[in-house]
């Protein structure tokens, strides 16, 4: 079955600074998706960036990247240049790519960014 | 773009009532979702549907029911509400596996207390 785990569930980083929120998974699937998802206080889930377990690059969009470590079974997202906005829960998922593309998502990670 | 809508954005419902959260999306994907968000939690997926007529359960699909008559809509039935369906409901659409890292496109979400 799958699993994404999130070990922080609570993250501080001051404007300007990069933060890095951990994710890992468990599959026994080859071709799978990984996702990270945003969540501001007045709730509604912003995709952020996303990874195929087939990709040789680590994918970037703008002041995020995902950090693929594929033997490691790790997906942890840096955002770099930390800004006010970021403050929110940050969900990791993954998709199997086989069969129905289910999302499962982790548990969260709260990040704070003060002045 | 509208995107996904969801309606009510709130509801507060008593014991053994009955609802239907609406959703619907513009965008003409295949696939559609929803999923509960419990406090302090990530998403979990109730039920899903790859097209028009084809729907199945998800990981916690106890006390709902779903149709999917068209393309666009996807609505959640609850039969006789519970305590435990307390929580934030949110609908999502994809297109198909096909498109590769295309995500899922979330509504704003529907906030429900049963009392």
């Keep these: 079955a799958q699993k994404i785990t999130q070990t922080q569930p609570g993250m501080f980083v001051q404007e300007k600074e990069a933060v890095t929120l951990d994710c890992t998974y468990d599959t026994s699937d080859p071709s799978y998706g990984l996702f990270w998802y945003k969540q501001p206080s007045s709730g509604e889930m912003i995709f952020l960036i996303y990874q195929g377990s087939y990709d040789q690059q680590n994918a970037t969009e703008g002041r995020y ?51 | 773009n509208a995107g996904v809508t969801q309606t009510p954005k709130f509801r507060i419902l008593k014991i053994g009532q009955s609802m239907t959260l609406q959703c619907a999306q513009d965008m003409n994907h295949n696939y559609m979702y929803w999923y509960r968000q419990d406090p302090g939690m990530g998403l979990k997926l109730i039920y899903y549907s790859v097209g028009a007529g ?8 106890n006390g709902y029911n779903v149709s999917r008559s068209t393309t666009e809509d996807f609505p959640l039935r609850l039969e006789l509400a519970a305590p435990s369906q307390t929580s934030v409901y949110f609908c999502a659409s994809s297109y198909s596996r096909d498109r590769g890292g295309q995500p899922q496109h979330f509504g704003d979400g529907t906030r429900l207390s049963i009392l």
């Design chain 2, 54 to 61: 084809i729907t199945d359960k998800g990981e916690v699909p």
């Design chain 1, 65 to 115: 990247s995902l950090n693929f470590q594929k033997a490691r079974k790790s997906a942890n997202l840096v955002i770099s240049a930390s800004q006010l906005g970021d403050s929110a829960m940050y969900f990791c998922a993954m998709r199997e790519e086989i069969g129905f593309q289910k999302l499962v998502f982790g548990t969260g990670t709260r990040l704070l960014v003060s002045p």
